[in-house]
């Protein structure tokens, strides 16, 4: 009892987590995308594809004009402005056989794990490329000279520095020649956030506590916060992953996942004696988003805005409560991470076995933190000078009691019933010289829903497919030097416009978009980075309206003619580009159409008019209201005819009989020949038809009557199926090649001079009574014929003895009785 209490108090607490974003309702959350783009209607694309798989790791130098793509087995290097552009540079990195035959015999699959997944892929200093890959479950890695690209042929062995398994999550950075790496390495080992290469190597402590409890990361960044700040501050590392939750004791919440940040010093030495190659400086705590214990965090995306304390993190989430899947976007502001970085810890508690707020002492300097001046100034000059007692507490209180909110403290999007799986972000300044962030999400389904932030609430752009076959987005790169955003995924990586300024077609539609790419200049909507006079264009990013009162779209609008007859019912198709817009209809400029009129019905396909009458004539217009502007979709003049009385073909009050004419006897007489001539092509066919079966029959000499004893009275009946060949030879010489039931008049002969003819068979065991068909006259072997074998009767011409009519009419009546009785239940897999 107490357990389900337990479990219905988390399911109360989840449903008030929901009601916390109180603030907006789902409804507001689950904005609609304006656009729908599909694959086919898209414009501009750039698509890169080989015959390897899995292009999921991107690095972009937009610099260099150079977009590096690892992929399964190969790395490539395109040019950034047309991926799609053939003078691109290949290597192939592929696993040998030996490594892949001993990966299968691991138990490993042969489709998706034994092969060389690159994992990493990051510039090492100015002529060197540093690249790691999982090699069949053997990973390694290698220098490639950016000028040659070719690969080395030495490379490093890669075990603690890439996961094996190529499903893992993994995040990687190379800051100032140190690799920065977190994952679980080895299929048994814990995970570990590491620190490799030319520096001292450092990992996250494996005490009873666990620093990481069965973590998958997502995402890690580098904040410089030592720029340009006179505390002397040290640059730091965040990662951002999903572990099982040890704040509850609850058994429900054992393997709930939460998702984490934490953070490390980029100049940690580890400690002298107590935290040896360990982090002296790990901390973590809670990122929530919007339903605690039932989100788990999917990809992370870092946006810096030029001072370090600015910087925001944007990171999507998977929801899932009970029947409910959906997917969310929250917010996060490094200096609220900070705050909680500088707030209570939490320690675990023997006695009550779960953990809970530190309320005794903190030593000094606080455990956790960079060394910086003050923190010289006192003596401690690196990691290795803190005291025992820092140490060991950091030691035993990796976990923050404060939990890191959202901005607002609520989410910025929800969708149900979608899966996002990447985020890029792009902060644009609009022509009002306010800055919007415009985030390009990757769905699991291989869409990219481009949506622009405005006063904390979202507004989708617009919807697109960018892969005909359903596949998840696995990476997002955007590109303002190209205007492009790099989309990889499994089959390939696709190149599209961040702005697609020319997709929209009018002012009020350019306006309405509320991209702020686009501008319009009073022709046409165009970029406005590449626009010549921004002052002359409009844009209205706050309330997307503004701006279009001296351009109209009904010159645009061809006006289309529909002549129907009364009573009929007649279309007028109306198609809404925005999803966002209602639909209004008016009739002569004056009325408009209500639908309760009995004739009217609007729907998202047009106006549907039922019955039509004469007093339906008129023009009419279809209207997309859209925030409060109205434009001209299309415009309809519909006529209506009456429909005049069918004639009829005799007077009641002079009824008039009509002669045949010449051409009425004609056509008859005409009539008459064509079916003649159709009757005896028929019977024709039926006559040749039985002639070219008789013919058969005599070229296979079999079935034909016997010319010996002919006054015999016994009868022989013999069945031969194709399914007996391997009989004796004796049985052999008489048997025929397509196995036929022959029923032969006479006394069969004991010797023949010419063939060796076998004895008569002995007469036919009686059939049963229960036969299911009731029929107990025929022998045994007639019970069940399929389309192997089949009876023919051979006979003598002149034959009258009275057991052979007998046996004729009996037979007879067997077969009459067989049209009525159904021997097998697929009757075309039976014959006679």
Same mark, same amino acid.
């Given at each position: ?479 303002? !030097?190209?205007? =492009?955003?790099?989309? &990889?995924? $499994? /089959? ?5 416009? %961040? ?121 009419? !217009?279809?209207? =997309?209201?859209?925030? &409060?502007? $109205? /434009? ?5 003049? %519909? ?138 006259? %025929? ?54």
């Amino acid at each position: 009892m107490k357990k389900h209490l337990i479990c219905y108090l988390i399911a109360l607490y989840a449903i008030e987590a929901i009601g916390y974003s109180s603030k907006k309702s789902s409804r507001d959350l689950d904005a609609t995308p304006r656009i729908t783009v599909t694959y086919n209607e898209l414009s501009d694309v750039k698509p890169f594809h080989r015959s390897v798989k899995n292009y999921s790791t991107l690095l972009l130098e937009d610099e260099n004009g150079i977009l590096y793509v690892g992929a399964r087995g190969a790395i490539f290097a395109l040019n950034s402005s047309d991926i799609s552009y053939e003078s691109q540079k290949a290597i192939r990195w592929e696993v040998n056989f030996t490594e892949h035959k001993t990966c299968t015999e691991k138990g490993k699959n042969n489709q998706t794990e034994c092969f060389n997944h690159i994992r990493l892929l990051q510039r090492f200093n100015e002529t060197h490329l540093y690249v790691c890959g999982t090699y069949a479950f053997v990973p390694k890695c290698a220098y490639i000279d950016v000028k040659t690209f070719i690969l080395p042929s030495t490379f490093e062995d890669g075990k603690e520095k890439c996961p094996y398994d190529p499903a893992r999550g993994y995040t990687s950075l190379i800051i100032d020649g140190a690799l920065y790496t977190a994952t679980r390495y080895e299929f048994r080992n814990h995970p570990d956030i590491r620190r490799n290469l030319y520096q001292l190597l450092l990992k996250t402590e494996e005490s009873p506590m666990l620093w990481l409890n069965d973590a998958d990361f997502v995402s890690s960044a580098l904040v410089q916060e030592s720029l340009n700040e006179e505390v002397g501050d040290d640059d730091k590392i965040y990662y951002f992953f999903n572990e099982r939750a040890v704040e509850e004791s609850s058994s429900f919440l054992d393997k709930t996942q939460v998702a984490r940040v934490a953070r490390v010093c980029k100049s940690d030495m580890g400690g002298k004696k107590i935290l040896q190659k360990k982090w002296t400086s790990f901390l973590k705590a809670r990122l929530v988003c919007s339903i605690p214990y039932y989100e788990t965090l999917k990809a992370v995306y870092t946006l810096e805005t030029g001072s370090w304390n600015n910087t925001i993190f944007y990171g999507t989430f998977i929801l899932q409560w009970r029947n409910m899947e959906a997917s969310a976007i929250c917010q996060y502001s490094v200096s609220d991470i900070q705050k909680v970085f500088e707030g209570p810890y939490m320690e675990y508690q023997v006695a009550s076995r779960k953990w809970s707020r530190l309320e005794g002492d903190v030593p000094k300097p606080r455990p956790g933190t960079c060394i910086t001046n003050e923190l010289r100034n006192n003596g401690y000059n690196s990691s290795q000078d803190l005291p025992n007692n820092v140490l060991d507490f950091v030691k035993l209180h990796p976990l923050m009691y404060e939990e890191v909110k959202p901005v607002g403290e609520q989410p910025l999007l929800m969708k149900k019933n979608i899966i996002y799986t990447r985020i890029a972000v792009d902060r644009v300044k609009a022509l009002d010289d306010k800055f919007y962030d415009v985030l390009f999400i990757g769905t699991g389904d291989g869409w990219i829903h481009k949506a622009v932030v405005i006063n904390n609430n979202v507004h989708i752009i617009e919807e697109i497919q960018v892969f005909r076959r359903p596949q998840p987005v696995e990476n997002l790169v955007i590109s303002n !030097k190209q205007n =492009s955003l790099y989309i &990889g995924a $499994q /089959s390939g990586v696709i190149q599209i416009p %961040l702005s697609n300024c020319k997709a929209y077609t009018s002012c009020y539609d350019c306006i309405l978009s509320r991209n702020p790419y686009c501008g319009w200049d009073g022709e046409r909507c165009r970029d406005i980075f590449t626009a010549k006079d921004r002052a002359q264009m409009t844009q209205d990013m706050q309330n997307g309206n503004g701006g279009c009162f001296n351009y109209t779209d009904e010159a645009d609008s061809v006006k289309k003619l529909r002549t129907v007859l009364t009573g009929d019912d007649v279309l007028l198709q109306c198609d809404l580009k925005s999803n966002l817009a209602r639909v209004q209809w008016i009739v002569n400029d004056t009325d408009q159409v209500e639908e309760n009129d009995g004739h009217f019905r609007v729907g998202i396909d047009g106006l549907l008019i039922s019955d039509a009458q004469m007093e339906h004539i008129g023009e009419y !217009k279809c209207f =997309s209201e859209e925030q &409060g502007l $109205q /434009s001209v979709i299309s415009v309809y003049t %519909l006529n209506i005819l009456m429909k005049h009385p069918k004639e009829k073909p005799y007077s009641e009050s002079t009824p008039v009989v009509q002669l045949p004419t010449a051409a009425s006897l004609t056509s008859r007489k005409m009539e008459v020949v064509y079916i003649s001539i159709i009757t005896f092509l028929g019977g024709l066919c039926i006559v040749l038809t039985i002639v070219l079966l008789y013919v058969s029959c005599q070229h296979k000499r079999k079935g034909t009557y016997a010319m010996s004893n002919s006054q015999s009275n016994n009868v022989e009946l013999q069945t031969v199926s194709c399914n007996f060949k391997e009989k004796s030879e004796d049985n052999m010489n008489n048997s025929y090649s397509d196995g036929c039931l022959q029923i032969i008049p006479g006394e069969a002969p004991t010797a023949s001079p010419s063939r060796g003819a076998p004895p008569p068979p002995p007469p036919p065991p009686p059939l049963p009574s229960e036969f299911t068909n009731g029929i107990g006259t %025929l022998p045994n072997m007639l019970r069940k014929m399929n389309g192997n074998s089949y009876m023919l009767l051979r006979q003598n011409e002149e034959s009258s003895s009275p057991l052979y009519n007998s046996f004729t009419e009996e037979l007879s009546k067997i077969l009459e009785k067989r049209k009525h009785t159904q021997l097998v239940e697929k009757l075309d897999e039976s014959s006679v």
